[in-house]
């Protein structure tokens, strides 16, 4: 059954924001109560994996969002072992993500014929490393050798698995194999409603509901006293991304090509900085929720009933990031029970 209030909210960052920040934010957003802290694997900029480990050591109740990290470029079982590993620091605090990553095969110049059986034995890999037992594997991408391997570490907690699906054959295989689903951005309700049934016969596949699986997703969100800052603040981030996102999620967010091509055009002749001042306020409001607390409020409360259940206020947060987690703690959140 679709929930009718957002009783938590997650934070989350790419590998643009420094060390330093990365962990403060993360300390605030526990001390603000916050479920969650999201770090994305960029390509090529600091890991979410050493990331995370820092925020591991420095908070104690937080959960951390490994998401997304891709077996197109680690092996399955490193990226059990590395989440065993800071499982090991923050017990029962760790979610692992994995999926495609669509700028990873772009940097590396991978093949990504075949992802979905990919990701189908990705998931079996893991989940067989993180048991803890010895796992011997042949499959069509991987394969574990005999006398096979296991993690010589002691067994983790509970450490779900989630997968970062857009399309419907991914969609279908994290309602079957996995603990959850990480949407990305610019996700919008439409988009949700249009996954949600994809995911459903997936859950139903594997004799599974709704009940025992979370759908999370990365939400643009910049937030601010004043709407005019709160919008200045996301248009670089969305001037320098948006050109990247994936087709579907644009689709679904009413974002045209022409819109898209404009955005890529200006930023080569103008730089960064000048395009995004040009940007149009309403293509930003088409792929991100910003204004005042609570216009945020009203922009999230959209995805009620859609099927979402953890929303993700993702990178922009606002024109000073440790002041909008504030705002969302103590202003957005209320507006949302």
């Known amino acids: ?9 997650g934070i989350g960052t790419d590998g643009a924001t420094s060390m330093r920040e990365t962990v403060e934010l993360a300390k605030h957003a526990e001390a603000l109560g916050l479920h969650s802290f999201w770090l994305a694997e960029g390509y090529h900029s600091r890991s979410a994996v050493v990331r995370a480990t820092l925020i591991a050591t420095a908070t ?8 997304i990290l891709s077996p197109h470029t680690k092996h399955p079982a490193l990226l059990a072992m590395d989440a065993a590993s800071i499982d090991e620091i923050a017990r029962n605090r760790v979610i692992l993500g994995i999926g495609r990553v669509l700028n990873a095969l772009r940097k590396h110049a991978i093949d990504s014929k075949g992802t979905i059986q990919l990701l189908r034995e990705s998931i079996e890999i893991i989940k067989g490393i993180l048991s803890g037992e010895t796992l011997q594997y042949a499959g069509a991408r991987f394969n574990i050798a005999p006398p096979g391997s296991r993690l010589d570490l002691e067994q983790c907690g509970t450490l779900p698995i989630y997968l970062g699906a857009t399309g419907p054959a991914a969609l279908r295989l994290a309602g079957q194999y996995t603990d959850g689903v990480l949407f990305n951005y610019p996700c919008t309700p439409e988009f949700v409603r249009y996954a949600m049934p994809l995911i459903e016969e997936g859950l139903k596949r594997a004799g599974r509901t709704l009940d025992s699986f979370d759908v999370a997703a990365y939400l643009l969100v910049s937030v601010d006293e004043n709407e005019k800052h709160a919008l200045d603040a996301a248009k670089r981030f969305v001037a320098q991304k948006l050109p990247t996102r994936h087709a579907d999620m644009l689709r679904h967010a009413g974002v045209t090509t022409a819109e898209i091509d404009a955005v890529r055009d200006s ?4 730089g960064l900085v000048k395009a995004a001042a040009e940007l ?4 930003v409001r088409k792929v991100a929720i910003v204004g005042t607390p609570d216009q945020v409020a009203r922009g999230l409360k959209e995805f009620l009933g859609t099927g979402l259940k953890l929303p993700i206020a993702w990178e922009i947060m606002g024109p000073d990031r440790r002041r909008s987690l504030d705002l969302l703690a103590r ?7």
């Open 60 to 67: 104690s109740k937080i959960k951390i969002g490994l998401g």
């Open 267 to 270: 930023v080569e002749p103008l």
């Open 280 to 283: 149009d306020d309403g293509l």
């Open 1 to 9: 059954m679709a929930i009718s209030e957002f009783q938590t909210l």
């Open 331 to 337: 202003e957005v959140m209320p507006r949302l029970q």
